[in-house]
């Protein structure tokens, strides 16, 4: 769903439109800030192509689980 323009990979245009669709306009100074957007690629990219595959995006989404289950309990 954020693969906006449909190559398998999710690179920082595609976070940030996904950003901008899902969260509005309002939300633009924040989570599409470039910075935000350069920063978590950069956390869940592994093999540093700066661009995120199927499997590391799965990967993050185990992570951030993880991490809302641990603040959760
Ligand atoms: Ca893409
Ligand atoms: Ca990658």
Not at 22 to 42: H, K, P
Not at 46 to 52: C, E, Q, T, V
Not at 53 to 60: D, G, Q
Request: aromatic fraction near 12%.
């Amino acid at each position: 769903m954020f693969d906006v323009d449909h190559d398998h990979l999710i690179c920082a245009s595609d976070l940030k439109k996904a950003f901008t669709f899902y969260f509005g306009r309002d939300a633009q100074n924040n989570a599409t800030d470039d910075t935000v957007i350069e920063r978590l690629i950069m956390e869940v990219d592994y093999n540093g192509d700066g661009r995120i595959s199927f499997e590391e995006f799965k990967e993050m989404m185990t992570l951030a689980s993880t991490e809302y289950d641990n603040s959760s309990l």
